[in-house]
């Protein structure tokens, strides 16, 4: 075990057969992530929860060399609430480990894979330009609701750019996922 772990009992007694409990579980971690180096769990009575089921909170904090992972549950059991934060973690755990290991994993240079995916013609095997077409229109200058009606009427599912009277600027409209539209206002920084 290379880690050094802490247990912690805020307004309660932490009885020994909780502590072996907690201890026997959170060795395991390490399975998961050997660069674990401190765990921490805290374990606490919440007398003033709203619910009597929350008043049992088990609070893991995992501490290695560049990372810090949280993860708090509350329940009417103490038990219940640590299982559950535990297994919270190992999901982090392992969500973590997949951000870190994620990559190429071929070892090829960014520039390497930049330049394999640039557009070549497949008759003259020359490089084509990065920008392919450029596009010049009249923005109008309207409100909102009006680029939100124009935008519907030209049948632009995607996005719409406007001059906005109002604001005096360059908007985009965009059509958000749930059906609802966002606005982009551009600011020079």
């Known amino acids: 075990m290379a880690q050094k772990i802490e247990i912690v009992a805020r307004n309660m007694r932490l009885a020994d057969n909780l502590k072996d409990y907690i201890e026997k579980k959170v060795v395991k971690l390490d399975r998961h992530l050997q660069e674990i180096e401190e765990i921490r769990v805290e374990v606490s009575h919440v007398k003033s929860a709203r619910s009597a089921a929350d008043r049992q909170v088990a609070q893991l904090t995992v501490h290695g060399k560049g990372f810090i992972l949280r993860t708090e549950e509350r329940a009417d059991d103490i ?111």
């Open 79 to 189: 038990h219940a609430a640590f299982d559950t934060a535990l297994d919270k973690m190992q999901r982090q755990i392992e969500r973590y480990k997949g951000k870190r290991n994620r990559g190429r994993g071929d070892g090829r240079s960014a520039a390497e894979v930049v330049e394999d995916q640039m557009p070549v013609d497949e008759e003259t095997g020359e490089l084509l330009p990065l920008i392919a077409r450029r596009k010049k229109f009249a923005v109008l200058p309207m409100n909102e609701e009006e680029a939100v009606e124009q935008m519907r009427l030209l049948g632009h599912d995607n996005f719409f750019i406007f001059f906005n009277a109002e604001r005096n600027s360059i908007q985009v409209l965009y059509r958000r996922r749930n059906g609802t539209y966002g606005l982009i206002e551009p600011v020079v920084g």
